[in-house]
């Protein structure tokens, strides 16, 4: 054979086992591809069947081949659903706070400005029914219509001052007033109280106003009664004074001048007994005659620097 043949023959040979090769390959690429493709209808076929609630959270189910919203709550996990025929919803059932603001009017026609703090979570047991009347988003829709309706029913029974003097007993009264209404909608409190409270600011100033002349009259009050208890006090040394006065005189009725002599012997012997006890002072007693027969009296000399 030529070279020429040779070459042609294996050319062939060669570009027939190339054709060969890509066949296989092609066949394993196309049942790759086959495979790949069942896999992500499976996975978005199991997908679409399963789906969870976490913790604190429950779910109702909206059946359209059984007329809406099933009856049944489903609890926390992992759950099987019909892909188009079935759509869980997921609902918060933790407790909840939220803080609501409310201005209403006092007994004695007192605007009062009040935030109320409620704590609050659905009933588990009425999900469904819940979610039928008012949806998702019941909280919005429920909340800030019953608070209002029970703070201005309340507060309405009250004024002002008592608002801030009984403020425990108006904040138990709302709160056994909301549960009743929550309770109409499907919602349970856990607590309710009352964190902001204020009045206008032209009552603000009255009860200020009050209070500074409260505390002047109260003020008044303690002068009178200490100029009171000084008067007694005065008069009750004037009687004495008097009564001792009578005392002496009745003596003095009786015995003479002898109970002035008495008194005076005492205040010399106190007189003494002070100047005794001096250091500065030194007491020279009287000498003999000066000319005229007579006693010279004592001296009391100073010998301070």
């Known amino acids: 054979r030529s070279p020429k043949i040779r070459q042609h023959i294996e050319y062939t040979s060669n570009t027939n086992n190339f054709l060969n090769q ?88 007192q605007q009062a400005n009040i935030k109320l703090r409620v704590l609050w979570h659905p009933i588990e047991e009425e999900l469904p029914r819940l979610y039928r009347e008012l949806g998702t988003d019941f909280a919005d829709r429920v909340l800030p219509s019953i608070v209002n309706e029970v703070l201005k029913t309340v507060v309405a029974q009250y004024q002002a001052e008592e608002l801030l003097s009984r403020r425990a007993e108006v904040s138990e009264q709302i709160r056994i007033d909301l549960e009743k209404r929550a309770k109409q ?65 009745a003596a003095m009725e009786k015995t003479g001048n002898a109970i002035i002599e008495v008194r005076r012997i005492d205040a010399a012997k106190e ?25 010279s009296p004592g001296l009391l000399l100073s010998i301070d620097k």
């Open 271 to 295: 007189i003494a007994g002070k100047l005794a006890n001096s250091r500065n002072i030194v007491y020279l007693p009287g000498g003999g005659a000066t000319g005229q027969g007579g006693n």
């Open 185 to 249: 909608f499907h919602l349970t409190l856990d607590d309710v109280a009352i964190t902001h409270l204020t009045f206008s600011r032209e009552y603000t100033k009255a009860i200020e106003s009050k209070q500074v002349a409260s505390q002047d009259a109260e003020r008044q009050q303690w002068v009178v009664k200490k100029a009171e208890q000084e008067r007694q006090a005065v008069v009750t040394r004037a009687e004495g004074e008097a009564e001792a006065a009578m005392i002496i005189t």
């Open 22 to 109: 890509y066949t296989e390959m092609d066949k394993v690429l196309s049942r790759l591809s086959t495979m790949t493709g069942a896999l992500a209808v499976g996975a978005f076929t199991v997908n679409s069947c399963l789906y969870d609630v976490d913790g604190g959270e429950r779910a109702v189910m909206f059946d359209t081949l059984r007329g809406g919203i099933l009856p049944d709550v489903i609890g926390e996990g992992t759950h099987f659903v019909i892909p188009v025929i079935q759509r869980p919803v997921i609902l918060d059932v933790r407790t909840t706070a939220r803080e609501i603001p409310s201005v209403t009017g006092t007994k004695d026609l």
